[in-house]
């Protein structure tokens, strides 16, 4: 077993009240990374290949910023890069949210064209379609190619378990956030987790090598797959 990262050891220090299925535990800390079989791995900082077969696109059937259904596996045949936030989010969200922008800026027209960007809520219950739009004009990400998506709690609790992900809150009531993001692969698998500490010409750069299908990452996992 690899020991904790120093990314895992801050963020337990800045988020030691979590529960042992919260999301930022299932995602990065070292319990969560012992209940997967380690399954996570990192070659680079802040880059962590996913070996696991599962798929991430499930066929859930969520509303975009425009009010239009769209079903999660329908975006199968493009590489899709994952984030999750909530629009009355204190900060992390908008922060995460401004580095996705600087990932699509880098992928310029081949965001929407070769490679899609999905921002799920994490509170469906006060985030709605008027809402999520609100916040991609806000922060001026409303644009082609990224989706912003809700739809009831059962559906996005459906979508995060395709991750390994849960929706929880704190011991003060307020929900966890997700810190990192998670490339997935035109076949609809997660193929590597990043965290914001990553240039973002770097998933940009696997976006674009997974929409040819020539991806190191790729090449990577199928070999860790293999051991």
Not at 79 to 90: A, R
């Amino acid at each position: 077993m690899d020991h904790p990262t120093p990314l895992q050891l801050l963020w337990s220090k800045l988020l030691p009240n979590r529960t042992s299925f919260s999301i930022i535990l299932v995602v990065f800390a070292t319990a969560s990374l012992a209940l997967t079989g380690c399954d996570r791995t990192s070659q680079e900082s802040g880059v962590y290949p996913v070996t696991y077969h599962s798929s991430s696109l499930p066929n859930v059937a969520l509303i975009d910023q425009y009010g239009r259904s769209i079903t999660v596996g329908s975006l199968r045949g493009k590489p899709v890069l994952f984030d999750f936030i909530y629009t009355s989010c204190p900060g992390p969200c908008q922060l995460l949210t401004q580095h996705m922008k600087l990932i699509a800026d880098k992928l310029g027209p081949n965001l929407g064209a070769k490679v899609s960007f999905v921002s799920v809520t994490v509170d469906p219950d006060r985030d709605r379609p008027s809402q999520v739009l609100d916040y991609a004009r806000a922060l001026n990400v409303n644009v082609k190619g990224w989706y912003f998506l809700t739809g009831s709690p059962a559906q996005i609790d459906d979508l995060m378990r395709a991750f390994r992900l849960t929706r929880s809150r704190d011991n003060a009531g307020e929900i966890n956030h997700v810190l990192g993001y998670f490339l997935v692969s035109p076949d609809g698998r997660e193929i590597v987790d990043y965290s914001q500490g990553v240039d973002p010409s770097k998933p940009a750069r696997d976006a674009e090598q997974a929409a040819t299908g020539n991806t190191l990452i790729g090449r990577l996992s199928a070999d860790l797959r293999q051991l």
